[in-house]
């Protein structure tokens, strides 16, 4: 597990920064590892989240197809797992209906406090959510949209992989989000993200007092790039 100091000072950035960061570890990281289809954010001036994902899978536009006894069977494993370790969890959530993905809302007021209270610091789905006035106080959503009905929404599987706005996702990966969106970042590169992160706030600093000074040129702009480059 990581250190909760080291997920502390990763909370301390936002979403885009530690894209940035990742980019500079790894160039490959240009391309994999965040969404990329636009998400809704409720609450989008609650602080970053980051954590251990758990993954899930749910369906919404027909009828479940395991009995009463077997479906409470179900959603008690799940529930076990998403009160597993690691922690602090962050739910990552695929709705498989297709073409019509988002038609009944897994998430709401209860699923949020439930989640809330076992651990979970916030979701990330591709499916619809409910219940804003009444969703759990500080816990982060991302969602695909807002709809008002839950239709037949069910539990499909858990603890596999998932692919949500474009970010695939595997049960215990580190993910950070925010209202901008989410990004997975590798184990090997945790440690580093921070030191890449205030290195790029140093760079981007040169630029940024500059541009906001007042009789800011091209001139002045080459000479902050110059300065820039020399920051290490």
């Not at 940035?20 to 240009?30: S, T, W």
């Not at 797992?81 to 897994?106: N, R, T």
């Amino acid at each position: 597990m990581i250190d909760a100091a080291l997920l502390a000072k990763l909370r301390t950035y936002d979403t885009p920064t530690i894209c940035n960061a990742l980019e500079i570890l790894d160039p490959a990281r240009r391309l994999t590892g965040f969404t990329v289809k636009p998400l809704v954010c409720p609450f989008p001036t609650l602080p970053p989240i980051v954590g251990y994902a758990k993954t899930a899978t749910h369906r919404s536009t027909h009828i479940h197809e395991f009995d009463a006894a077997r479906q409470r069977e179900q959603r008690i494993a799940y529930y076990e797992y998403v009160a597993s370790q690691p922690a602090p969890s962050i739910m990552v959530m695929q709705d498989l209906d297709g073409a019509e993905v988002g038609f009944g809302a897994f998430w709401g007021e209860v699923m949020s406090a439930v989640h809330q209270g076992l651990g979970c610091l916030g979701v990330v789905t591709d499916g619809s959510i409910r219940d804003i006035d009444q969703w759990a106080a500080g816990f982060q959503a991302l969602a695909g949209s807002i709809v008002p009905s839950h239709a037949h929404v069910h539990l499909a599987d858990f603890g596999k992989e998932v692919r949500v706005a474009g970010m695939l996702v595997r049960s215990g990966d580190i993910v950070h989000a925010d209202r901008h969106g989410a990004v997975t970042i590798p184990e090997a590169l945790v440690e580093k993200a921070p030191t890449a992160c205030d290195l790029l706030a140093r760079k981007e600093a040169v630029i940024l007092e500059m541009a906001r000074a007042p009789g800011f040129t091209v001139a002045k702009l080459r000479e902050a790039l110059k300065k820039q480059d020399e920051i290490h």
